[in-house]
Every structure is written in structure tokens, then in C-alpha cells.
């Protein structure tokens, strides 16, 4: 893999979806910020299914928190992890209230201290929200970077510092959107669609499948 495979990696991935962004159902900021909390070891589509009864009823700091755990949990008990993911949410929304005025700060060290906010979460919003050059290394990502090649790494924080230092600037923005739905319907876990990629050519993946 070099920087001219890498940049038309990009370029064609740019093609094919000019704009892309999270599969996260959200109206604001803060709604981001839960989905993400809230979709760790879970499905966009199972997160997106319990917010769209939670967000009409309690969609800000203030009308979450005066749910409570008890009652956030009955908004959110299909998605998995859920009894600790009510808890680190309703935390959140206190630290929020009490600290920022209800709003989501554009920071990363304010954002990783909130309960529940890793590194992962906190790229993810300051990337979608904000439109900072950030990459959340997610299990898909990781994959799609090792398999092709573009960044290999033993470990995400790895994989994130060499996909900041390798995708080119003008594609950083959203290469975290590119990577991720790349990862989700054709760089697959099990048996990837090579045959249907549009990156096979440049891709360095030893072991590529015939066309389905």
C-alpha cells in the first residue's frame, strides 16, 4: 500500500457516496451523543428502533435525566448492555446540566470524561457533529484497515494514528463514514465481496473471494 493506492482508494469511495454519515437516526447534537453511547456492542438498527420512542418523549439533558435509570431502561431494554448504558446516560445528562449548560462540549477531553464516552465515542461526535478530521476505529474500520492494508495496526489506537497520518487530507473528514460502511456491506467479517468492491484492484488482501 502506498500514498497513490490510497488516494484513489479514497477518491473512489468518494464517488460512490459523495456525503456520507452515520446510519444513527438523530435530529441534534446531544441525540448523537446518546445513540453513540448507546450503540457500544449494539446495532445502529436496534439503537435507531429504541430511540425512536425515547427521543418524542425525552430528547435533552433535562428530560432524560428526570427519567431516571428505572425509566430510561424501559425505553432502551432491547439494546444490549442496557442496565449499564442507562446508568452512564443519566450521568451524562448530569454532568451535562451541571457542567456545560446542556450542551455537548466540541472537546475531547470534556467529552471522555462523561460515563460512558471512550476515545471511540467521543471521535464519533467530534467527527459528525463537528466536522473534526477524527476516525473512531470501530470493529468494522479495524477490519477494512488491516485487510486492505491501508493502515494495518495490532490494536484501534494503532490503526487511528496511522489512518490520521496516511488518508489524505482532503478525505479526512469523512473517511470514518467511507471506512465503516465499506466494513458493513462489502469488506465483511466472514467471507468479503470482492467481486462487487470497488477498491479490489488496489486493495492487499491475500485471499479475495470470486464474485457471488
Sequence with gaps: MNKIKRHEIFSRFQAGTLKPTSELKYDSTFELLISVLLSAQATDISVNKATAKLYPVANTPETIFALGVDGLSQYIRTIGLFNSK?????ATCKILIEQHHSLVPEDRVALEALPGVGRKTAN?????AFGHPTIAVDTHIFRVSNRTGIAPGKDVVVVEKKLIKFVPTEFKVDAHHWLILHGRYTCIARKPRCGSCIIEDLCDYKHKTDPE
Excluded: S
Design 86 to 90: 442507562a446508568k452512564n446516560t443519566i
Design 124 to 128: 464519533v461526535v467530534l467527527n459528525t
